[in-house]
């Protein structure tokens, strides 16, 4: 018998979307900026508890150039990355010609491992070539060690842009990613715990910063009745239909995140009694992930071959963790300061589905093909 296909985390609309999407119609404001545009930064201000500014932008990645800008990275200024992450953490420091240093992961957040970021930074002082900033990664929805990167980058005062692309939603001792970074970053791509079809957020406590990221990313138009330009700027600011797709997901993010919850608890319930599959957890109190995507560690290479296949022959998707920068062709000739935990994780790591959207029958095939499996 056929069965749907169970993608890995498909977007998942509320319903809400069209009254959005309609107003824009109507009021013929279907391009960039515009009223949806200013309540979706304002409902994203709101949700992250009000203390900070937000711009919404055309993508994640163009969030993560803009915030680059924002902090002078120039041509031939170094710029410090976590390597285990998606490619569009790190792309945004080569389009600026800059040169990125790419750190390894640490164990109990498998983001960026404060002992190699501090070694890569006095690395960087020996050469006399100063960090201009740090791109620290919430991957999967697990804050990084905020604390400590925090206190690392105060020590030497470079400051932090925060990629919480996948972490909407997630926190840190009782605060929200998106809050932490000198300037911090959603992403709201179709993957992504809520979608505008496509965007991007800026967030910064700084409003200048903020307001700086709306300059560059409209073409960097100076005050004049005529245009005007002494800056270089960008095509990156939000359309308004976007924005009103965004601002009908927001209705239903924390609904989104108790299901993203729930679905790991499923998956926690089946492994818990395991010994040779790790499903990825919170290290401690501190830590509450949106657990955007749950992740199992196998140790054993067959077993994980094996688990690929039973998912593969009922139509359920998986995938490979993300291969680290200094594994990638484009990357692995930049400097990488860091142990084999981020190569390890990369082997033997696989991505369940975790799509909210999924119903009770969904998730039973899922928990069928795993207690067959165990
Ligand atoms: C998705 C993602 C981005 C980029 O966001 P886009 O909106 O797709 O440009 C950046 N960093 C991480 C970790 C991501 O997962």
């Known amino acids: 018998m056929y069965k749907e296909r169970i993608w890995l985390s498909p977007p998942h609309m509320s319903g809400h979307e069209m009254k959005y999407i309609q107003q824009a119609f109507e009021s013929g404001w279907v391009t960039q900026g515009g009223p949806n545009v200013d309540a979706f930064e304002i409902e994203t201000r709101r949700f992250l508890g009000g ?23 120039g041509t031939g200024d170094v710029v410090i ?16 010609g800059a040169i990125p240093v790419l750190v390894g992961s640490e164990p109990e957040t ?48 470079i400051p932090i842009i925060e990629d919480s ?27 992504k715990i809520i979608t505008s079809s496509g965007g991007g957020m800026l967030i910064s406590k700084n409003k200048e910063y903020v307001e700086k990221a709306r300059f ?35 209705e239903v993010l924390e609904d989104r995140v108790a299901q993203k919850r729930q679905i790991h608890k499923i998956y926690s319930d089946i492994f818990c009694n395991d010994t040779q599959i790790q499903l990825f957890e ?66 033997k790591g696989l991505c369940l589905p975790s799509g909210t959207g999924m119903d009770i029958e969904a998730i039973q095939r899922i928990k069928d093909c795993l207690i067959s499996f165990l």
């Not at 970021?117 to 740090?134: M, R, V």
């Not at 692309?165 to 809050?179: D, N, R, W």
């Not at 501190?286 to 140790?299: A, L, T």
Request: charged residues 15%; glycine residues 6%; negative net charge.
């Open 216 to 250: 560059l990313a409209t073409q960097a138009r100076d005050q004049a009745p005529h245009y005007e330009h002494s800056q270089l700027g960008y095509n990156y600011r939000m359309s308004n239909v976007s924005a009103g797709i965004g601002l009908g997901q927001m």
């Open 165 to 191: 692309a996948e972490a909407l939603g997630s926190k840190y001792k009782g605060k929200y990613c998106g809050t932490f970074g000198d300037i911090s970053i959603l992403s709201y791509n179709g993957n």
């Open 51 to 73: 203390s900070v500014s937000c711009a919404a932008v055309s993508s994640g990645t163009a969030a993560i150039h803009l915030a680059l800008r924002i902090l002078g990275v």
């Open 81 to 96: 990355c976590q390597s285990l992450s998606f490619v569009a953490s790190v792309n945004p420091i080569l389009y600026l």
């Open 282 to 347: 919170n290290p401690n109190k501190e830590f509450d992930s949106n657990f955007w995507m749950n992740i199992v560690i196998i140790e054993d290479a067959n077993l994980k071959s094996e688990m690929e296949s039973v998912f593969s022959y009922n139509n359920i998707e998986t995938r490979p963790f993300w291969k680290p920068m200094h594994l990638q062709p484009l990357y692995k000739n930049y400097s990488y300061f860091g142990d084999e935990l981020s190569n390890k994780l990369y082997e």
């Open 110 to 157: 498998w983001n960026i491992s404060p002992k190699h970021l501090e070694n890569a930074i006095i690395d960087c002082l020996q050469k006399g070539e100063k960090p201009k900033a740090i791109v620290a990664v919430c991957l999967y929805g697990m804050p990084y060690q905020i604390d400590e990167v925090a206190a690392i980058a105060e020590k030497y005062n």
